[in-house]
């Protein structure tokens, strides 16, 4: 069964790694947190009521995060690299339903 501490145990190396989002928790779920470098203060990116928006959220981040790495947003991704960040991404999603 997945459960949100499934999911950020899952991602935890991620979120660590990537300092512009933030998973808090809230009385009735967890937001992710986004920083706004131009307003030089977080905002609120998502509220997730489950743990599978929580996780296609992050899997949504990481594979942006991915493509900057790659990428530095000097050219379009290849398609063997959008091929290995999906093949990634699948391997996270597996991991967070137990697979």
């Not at 992710?32 to 599978?52: H, I, S, V």
Request: with cysteine; hydrophobic share 35%; glycine share 4%.
């Amino acid at each position: 069964m997945l459960t949100f501490e499934k999911v950020l145990e899952v991602f935890g190396d991620y979120l660590q790694q990537d300092p512009l989002y933030e998973v808090i928790t809230t009385s009735h779920g967890y937001t992710l947190m986004a920083w706004e470098p131009k307003r030089n203060d977080w905002y609120k990116a998502r509220y997730m009521e489950t743990p599978e928006i929580l996780m296609d959220s992050l899997l949504d981040t990481y594979a942006n995060f991915m493509e900057d790495q790659i990428t530095d947003n000097e050219r379009d991704l290849t398609e063997q690299e959008t091929a290995e960040i999906k093949r990634q991404c699948d391997l996270l999603r597996a991991k967070c339903m137990g697979q």
